[in-house]
């Protein structure tokens, strides 16, 4: 028997992930409707209208499919709830790099990584590397760009 994977997100990736599904399911019968309005157009098999609504509903389909597999899969994580001195999922961590520049990253789930507002996922090479760190540890990551080496220097729970 297959086990399922438990995902693991924040309340508010979860919040947008549930906005997107309702986003996506209110589309469904806008699709419907372009489908039956090319199908009323004669000739499918040179008749664009039709193939592109057709296109689209797969899209959604496989979009609704996706983020409700996500969404059954979510064990959500408030970092509040949190605490101690590993580096765990949810966890906001102050890094000095090799020039002693600061750069804060909240570890968080995949579907809300974004890596310029400070998010980097925990399936990320630096990611990984930083789940089980403590202050002071040193990490060193390696990344398309080359290795990179960081120093641990503050844990939050925020």
């Known amino acids: 028997m297959a086990t399922v994977e438990k995902m693991p997100m924040l309340a508010e990736g ?9 986003r996506l399911k209110a589309e469904r019968p806008l699709i419907v409707d372009a489908i ?20 689209r509903q797969g899209q959604i389909e496989a979009s609704i499919a996706d983020i409700e597999d996500k969404l059954s899969r979510a064990q959500i994580i408030d970092p509040r709830d949190l605490s101690g001195d590993k580096i765990v999922f949810g966890a906001t961590v102050t890094l000095l ?9 909240q570890i968080v789930g995949q579907t809300e990584a974004d890596a310029k507002s400070g998010r980097i996922s925990y399936n990320s090479p ?4 930083l789940i089980g760190r ?15 080496y960081y120093l641990v220097s503050k844990i ?3």
Do not use: M, Q
């Open 126 to 129: 630096l990611g990984r590397a």
């Open 156 to 158: 939050e729970f925020i």
């Open 14 to 22: 979860h919040a947008k992930l549930s906005e997107e599904l309702k």
């Open 36 to 55: 039956e309005e090319a199908r009323a157009h004669g000739d499918l098999s040179e008749n664009a209208e039709y193939h592109a609504a057709k296109e």
């Open 97 to 105: 790099d090799e020039d002693d520049k600061a750069v804060k990253y």
């Open 134 to 148: 403590r202050v002071d540890d040193e990490v060193e990551v390696t990344v398309p760009s080359g290795d990179r």
